[in-house]
């Protein structure tokens, strides 16, 4: 019995091994050749040429050969992308486009802003410019006003020192002897009670009255006599050269007479 079943189950195996090592050469085979032409019906020389290209069955989508004679390149073509890829591309060119416009409007503000802060720095410099102009004209005009209040104070320091030589050089006149005129009887015989007369003297350096001059009576003619006695008995104080003066004497009715 034992060795009828080594019989009957030696041959079996060696036929399935046997088979095995067939589909094998044959796959092997048929992944090494190209696949036999086609026979087509014969067609006009433009059909022939637009037919030409042969279409290998070994992708999904079929390369024309004559087009693709690198191996890398074909391979490139034969592949197929999926919609992952298809979609990351999508997305990384939109990405792309956004990043290129965004640039572009950056590019676009700067340049805006940039021209802005030129007018700007350009209107702050034309503002300083004329403020400027402005201080400058202002300080001119205080310069001249300054001058000419400088001058104007000078010219009156000049005025005030001329007047105060003047007075230096002009004698004072000091009065030693006063004798007052007696009221005229024919003026009170009139009725006459009051009268003013203003009477000009000249002094010598000596201080005696030279000359007397009526410049003004009131009333006329009745109190002159009395001025010029009067006036011409006055003495003053030696002086460094002759001078004039003008007097005034009042007139005035006493009720004695006198």
Same mark, same amino acid.
């Given at each position: 019995?034992?060795?009828?079943?080594?019989?009957?189950?030696?041959?079996?195996?060696?036929?399935?091994?046997?088979?095995?090592? /067939?589909?094998?050469?044959?796959?092997?085979?048929?992944?090494?050749?190209?696949?036999?032409?086609?026979?087509?019906?014969?067609?006009?020389?433009?059909?022939?040429?637009?037919?030409?290209?042969?279409?290998?069955?070994?992708?999904?989508?079929?390369?024309?050969?004559?087009?693709?004679?690198?191996?890398?390149? !074909?391979?490139?073509?034969?592949?197929?992308?999926?919609?992952?890829?298809?979609?990351?591309?999508?997305?990384?060119?939109?990405?792309?486009?956004?990043?290129? @416009?965004?640039?572009?409007?950056?590019?676009?503000?700067?340049?805006? @802003?940039?021209?802005?802060?030129?007018?700007?720095?350009?209107?702050? /410099?034309?503002? *300083?410019?004329?403020?400027?102009? *402005?201080?400058?004209?202002?300080?001119?005009?205080?310069? @001249?006003? #300054?001058?000419?209040?400088?001058?104007?104070?000078?010219?009156?320091?000049?005025?005030?020192?001329?007047?105060?030589?003047?007075?230096?050089?002009?004698?004072?006149? #000091?009065? /030693?002897?006063?004798?007052?005129?007696?009221?005229?009887?024919?003026?009170?015989?009139?009725?006459?009670?009051?009268?003013?007369?203003?009477?000009?003297?000249?002094?010598?350096?000596?201080?005696?009255?030279?000359?007397?001059?009526?410049?003004?009576? #009131?009333?006329?003619?009745?109190?002159?006599?009395?001025?010029?006695?009067?006036?011409?008995? !006055?003495?003053?104080?030696? /002086?460094?050269?002759?001078?004039?003066?003008?007097?005034?004497?009042?007139?005035?009715?006493?009720?004695?007479? #006198?």
């Amino acid at each position: 019995m034992m060795k009828i079943d080594t019989l009957k189950s030696g041959p079996a195996c060696t036929l399935s091994h046997a088979v095995c090592q /067939i589909v094998v050469v044959v796959l092997c085979a048929a992944c090494s050749k190209e696949p036999a032409p086609v026979a087509v019906p014969a067609k006009a020389p433009e059909a022939v040429a637009a037919a030409a290209p042969q279409v290998t069955g070994l992708v999904k989508n079929p390369v024309k050969m004559t087009d693709t004679p690198d191996a890398v390149k !074909w391979m490139d073509m034969a592949s197929t992308k999926s919609p992952a890829q298809i979609a990351k591309e999508e997305k990384l060119a939109r990405e792309a486009a956004d990043a290129k @416009l965004a640039a572009e409007a950056k590019k676009a503000r700067d340049d805006r @802003l940039a021209a802005d802060a030129k007018s700007a720095a350009d209107a702050k /410099i034309a503002a *300083d410019a004329k403020a400027a102009a *402005d201080a400058r004209a202002l300080a001119a005009a205080k310069a @001249l006003e #300054s001058q000419k209040l400088a001058e104007a104070s000078q010219a009156q320091a000049a005025a005030r020192a001329k007047a105060a030589a003047v007075a230096v050089q002009e004698p004072v006149l #000091s009065v /030693i002897t006063r004798v007052q005129p007696k009221f005229p009887k024919m003026a009170a015989t009139e009725g006459i009670t009051s009268g003013v007369v203003t009477a000009q003297v000249q002094i010598d350096t000596d201080g005696h009255v030279s000359k007397v001059d009526i410049l003004k009576a #009131s009333p006329k003619k009745y109190f002159d006599k009395a001025v010029l006695a009067a006036a011409s008995q !006055w003495k003053y104080a030696p /002086i460094s050269k002759p001078m004039t003066t003008t007097l005034e004497f009042d007139f005035k009715l006493d009720d004695d007479g #006198s």
